[in-house]
């Protein structure tokens, strides 16, 4: 590493004084086929700048580490049962509407009376839920699973006992 750092330090140095040209607003800057590193230190005054071609210098930079994007299939899953209760909970809350229930939640009450509003509150529930519990796997998926698994969990139990009610059982 302590050997390549020069050499990183070069070829950056080369990068920047290669590409620096005076450019108008309606030009279009090119990236040079080949670099002319200048030398930096009196030492190498004398020394003939080595050039080299893109292909060298796309070889010398670091390589990016790619990491895996996509969910695992436990938090996938978890994620597409947590939008399956926000729908089975729309469905069965409205299902219990047409059975004359009443909304026992104060808060959503009013969002309750809309039904478009209503639909897209429960969506943004589930966005919601489903973004914050991918930002905590990427700290503690342990945590995201059992926030999730509880989540679900609670919204079953509501989604029951909507159709309980929707059917006129108590």
Same mark, same amino acid.
């Given at each position: 590493?302590?050997?390549?750092?020069?050499?990183?330090? @070069?070829?950056?140095?080369?990068?920047?004084?290669? %590409?620096?040209?005076? @450019?108008?607003?309606? &030009?279009?800057?090119?990236?040079?086929? *080949?670099? @002319? /590193?200048?030398?930096?230190?009196?030492?190498?005054?004398?020394?003939?700048?080595?050039?080299?071609?893109? &292909?060298?210098?796309?070889?010398?930079?670091?390589?990016? /580490?790619?990491?895996?994007?996509?969910?695992?299939?436990?938090?996938? %899953?978890?994620?597409?049962?947590?939008?399956?209760?926000?729908?089975?909970?729309? +469905? %069965?809350?409205?299902?219990?509407?047409?059975?004359?229930?009443?909304?026992?939640?104060?808060?959503?009450?009013?969002? *309750?009376?809309?039904?478009?509003?209503?639909?897209?509150?429960? @969506?943004?529930?589930?966005?919601?839920? /489903?973004?914050?519990?991918?930002?905590?796997?990427?700290?503690?998926?342990?945590?995201?699973?059992? *926030?999730?698994?509880? /989540?679900?969990?609670?919204?079953?139990?509501?989604?029951? +006992?909507?159709?309980?009610?929707?059917?006129?059982?108590?």
């Amino acid at each position: 590493m302590s050997r390549s750092l020069p050499a990183v330090v @070069a070829l950056t140095l080369g990068l920047v004084v290669g %590409s620096a040209s005076n @450019a108008n607003a309606q &030009e279009m800057a090119s990236w040079p086929g *080949t670099i @002319a /590193i200048a030398p930096t230190t009196p030492a190498f005054a004398g020394a003939p700048a080595p050039v080299l071609s893109a &292909e060298q210098i796309q070889r010398a930079l670091p390589q990016p /580490i790619f990491r895996r994007n996509r969910p695992s299939t436990l938090m996938t %899953s978890l994620y597409a049962s947590t939008a399956v209760m926000q729908a089975l909970d729309v +469905h %069965s809350t409205l299902s219990a509407f047409g059975a004359g229930a009443t909304e026992a939640n104060p808060l959503m009450q009013g969002v *309750t009376k809309n039904r478009a509003m209503f639909m897209a509150v429960k @969506a943004g529930v589930a966005a919601s839920t /489903i973004l914050a519990a991918k930002q905590l796997s990427k700290r503690n998926k342990v945590a995201a699973v059992v *926030t999730l698994v509880a /989540i679900n969990s609670a919204y079953a139990m509501v989604v029951s +006992h909507n159709y309980k009610v929707a059917r006129g059982v108590k």
